[in-house]
């Protein structure tokens, strides 16, 4: 069964708090990506990871980094949280990049709160 | 960078009624635009996709449409049904590997029954 998983799928934080989001995924796929979702605004690329420890910044890296030391698991690590990273974040996997055609398989999302 | 638009951003239909929705891009070098669906409280699903070398693609109740010169596509649903009720998400790639994926903000379709 192709499946991404994240953990934990909500949390509460207080501002200035670390944060660490997991994904794993079960289909050996080259390529994972975290997302944030937030309203009107659709999906925004945080970060692409191309394999293990090939790791690079999408379009809104700042206030966020980034570990993947073996290819199913990628974590999503935020130190100090703010209150503007109040949000729903997806990880996303695909056998390879994502412009070659390769379908995108999402997790089921990790919703933020900073208070 | 690559700039994806969708309208409308919201859609309420009845069961059985067609729908449109539209979707613009701005990078002339995108050539691969797949497309998504995220019904309520649940994971981003893979619908429908189209190449910049094709007009048109269906599947099923899904009809996609492309105009590159105008840079827009359109995704057309035939026959709604209540569980079609989600947010579609277009979004755009320049089709490298390493290339990235652009999506819009979405449009929420709700059928009521």
């Known amino acids: 069964d192709m499946k991404v998983t994240q953990m934990p799928r909500y949390l509460i934080k207080r501002m200035g708090e670390n944060v660490l989001l997991e994904c794993g995924q079960d289909?050996?796929?080259?390529?994972m990506y975290w997302y944030r979702q937030d309203p009107g605004l659709g999906l925004q690329l945080i970060y692409i990871?191309?394999?293990?420890?090939?790791?690079s910044e999408g379009d809104i890296p700042k206030g966020y980094r980034v570990s993947r030391k073996k290819r199913e698991h990628f974590s999503l690590i935020l130190d100090s949280a703010k209150t503007n990273q109040t949000s729903v974040y997806f990880c996303?996997?695909?056998?390879?990049?994502?412009?070659?055609?390769?379908?995108?398989?999402f997790g089921e999302g990790s919703r933020l709160i900073v208070v | 960078g690559e700039q994806v638009e969708q309208l409308p951003s919201s859609l309420i239909v009845q069961e059985g009624a067609s729908v449109l929705i539209n979707c613009s891009y701005t990078?002339?070098?995108?050539?691969?635009f797949p497309w998504y669906k995220q019904e309520p409280g649940k994971r981003l699903q893979f619908i429908i996709d189209i190449r910049s070398n094709m007009e048109r693609k269906q599947n099923q109740r899904l009809t996609l449409l492309f105009d590159k010169k105008t840079k827009h596509l359109s995704l057309h649903i035939t026959a709604t049904q209540p569980g079609d009720s989600a947010i579609y998400f277009c979004s755009a790639s320049r089709g490298s590997a390493l290339g990235r994926l652009h999506f819009g903000a979405g449009t929420q379709l709700i059928v009521i029954p």
């Open positions: 996303a996997s695909s056998l390879y990049g994502q412009g070659a055609g390769n379908t995108l398989y």
């Open positions: 990871s191309y394999d293990v420890d090939s790791n």
């Open positions: 289909m050996s796929h080259e390529t």
């Open positions: 990078d002339s070098a995108s050539v691969y």
